[in-house]
């Protein structure tokens, strides 16, 4: 039994060892530098284990030759196999030295710089500990492997929805089962390809390009389940005119966003927040209570997007489950309108999000708004700023009167029904464009609140638009309204979370303030 189990234990490591030096090269190639030194190192660890214990069970087959070998020959090999036995755990706490992790804690504890001590990687990046960009990069190469697929797959579903389009075979019409209507889909890397080739046969340029970058990463087949597809495909159809949206989710040309996406999610979603190379697109992980919410208003939500098009609500295209093998449990996901459609991110020099609350809502002290106002055409900083930074930077929004009047129209109606159906805990998204930084034309859309030409401030321009507006008034939330009423001892305190009646009429308030109406 003991020789079954160094057996067992040899074989793993051995196949172990292959699988390690196989991806080596490939690691080395795409420069994860964290894990190939951690995978080197691993790889000698086990290399010398599987040497050691290949000996220890050689010698300790001594016993089996009793009769058959000299007496002097059986003490040399019970000597060796004592010696092996003695000196195993010595050489390979030696060989674990050169782990480059306790290399890093030990020369931290040695200086005395406790957990201060970071290491340089090999391209000259900020310093950090060997511990957490190993961690980091792991997490990272995973989240990027999820994105690729999700984004990949959600190309292939616009292409079978362009194909059907096409050849006339999408009319159903909406009625009411269209939205409780679902599809299942599964997606693959050969069906990928194929559909790449199809979509690509005039343009076998971009096959090319799009084949290598599945080729370049990993591709984790999955299935889909598709929620009311006729319905969101009639909403996309709404903005064909200035959205292609096979073309935004190209692979090669998103190919640095999809990197990007191993960095920390942000948004509410939790899992990843994937911005389209033309920033026209968003796809983002939500909740499933997000998801619940969106699904059960769908009849009313359809309405409202389709018989206001300029409401200032981001359209949602589309919400999708992706069910991965490599994943207990399935990822709620949306593709979205993005509220900076098609501007260049070098030319947001301010981006405000508002909830028409005064209780927490400023990131910039007053040292940083002084320094601001002389000076308009530099950007404050990077950081999502709030209601009272706005109205101690910017003041206001300036557009023309008519547009004025026009927005807190169409803000009033985009209330109405994000109250009429429960919902709270919106923001009013206000991203300030400097045309100046454009080296092409203005992105054309068909909504009168992105790029608003500002009034008296020459080359800047506005987008405007509500986020986050999937939160149900719900227990969770009347709890964190009465322990942040209990902390300011004041019920009628500004917080931000409000029940949806109180929500909308503030938000109304906050949209006519904004435009000098109050």
């Known amino acids: 039994l003991p020789f079954l189990g160094i057996l067992i234990f040899l074989v793993v490591s051995i196949y172990t ?137 959600l190309r292939y579903l616009f292409q079978q929805r362009l194909r059907a389009e096409s050849n006339g075979s999408s009319s159903r019409s909406i009625d009411q089962s269209a939205f409780s209507r679902t599809e299942e889909v599964d997606v693959n ?25 599945l080729e370049k990463h990993s591709l984790q087949p999955l299935k889909m389940i598709v929620y009311a597809p006729e319905v969101f495909a009639n909403l996309r159809k709404g903005d064909y005119t200035y959205i292609n949206f096979i073309e935004s989710l190209h692979l090669m040309r998103n190919e640095g966003a999809i990197q990007k996406a191993g960095a920390a999610a942000s948004g509410k979603g939790g899992e990843f927040f994937f911005f389209s190379s033309d920033n026209k697109l968003i796809v983002k992980s939500i909740q499933k209570s997000e998801k619940a919410a969106l699904l059960n208003m769908l009849p009313q939500y359809y309405n409202h997007m389709m018989t206001n098009p300029d409401s200032l609500i981001a359209k949602i295209y589309g919400v999708y489950e992706m069910k991965f093998s490599t994943r207990e449990e399935p990822l709620d996901v949306i593709c979205m309108q993005n509220i900076n459609v098609g501007a260049e991110s070098t030319s947001v020099v301010a981006l405000y999000d508002l909830k028409g609350s005064t209780v927490d809502r400023q990131e910039l002290d007053e040292e940083a708004i002084a320094n601001y106002i002389p000076e308009m055409r530099k950007s404050i900083t990077r950081r999502v700023m709030k209601d009272l930074d706005f109205f101690n930077v910017e003041k206001r929004l300036y557009i023309s009167p008519k547009l004025a009047s ?113």
């Open 189 to 213: 890397r050969n069906l990928i390809l194929k559909s790449e080739r199809d979509y690509n046969i005039q343009n076998p340029g971009d096959w090319v390009q799009n084949s290598r970058a």
């Open 406 to 518: 026009y927005f807190v129209e169409n803000i009033s109606r985009d209330a109405a029904f994000l109250r009429e159906n429960d919902l709270m805990d919106y923001s009013l998204i206000v991203a300030k464009i400097d045309l100046k930084r454009y080296f092409g034309g203005i992105p054309s859309t068909n909504n009168h609140f992105r790029f608003i030409p500002a009034e008296g401030i020459e080359e800047y321009s506005y987008n405007i638009g509500i986020i986050d507006y999937l939160q149900k008034f719900n227990v969770v939330k009347k709890i964190e309204i009465g322990m942040k009423t209990v902390v300011a001892m004041d019920p009628d305190t500004n917080i931000s979370a409000k029940e949806p009646g109180f929500y909308a009429q503030r938000f109304i308030d906050l949209a006519k303030r904004a435009v000098g109406h109050q």
């Open 17 to 153: 060892r292959y699988y390690m030096r196989k991806n080596l090269p490939k690691l080395r190639e795409e420069n994860h530098a964290a894990i190939t030194r951690f995978l080197e190192f691993y790889s000698l660890y086990v290399t010398a284990s599987i040497i050691i214990w290949s000996f220890i069970s050689i010698f300790h087959l001594v016993p089996l030759l009793k009769g058959r070998v000299e007496k002097k020959y059986l003490e040399i090999l019970n000597t060796l196999a004592n010696f092996t036995t003695l000196m195993c755990p010595i050489v390979l706490s030696i060989i674990r030295y050169r782990d480059p992790a306790l290399q890093a804690r030990l020369s931290s504890i040695w200086k005395g710089n406790g957990s201060n001590h970071r290491l340089l990687d090999n391209e000259g990046r900020d310093q950090v500990s060997f511990q957490g960009l190993l961690i980091q990069e792991v997490a990272g190469n995973i989240k990027r492997t999820l994105t690729l697929s999700t984004v990949t797959a």
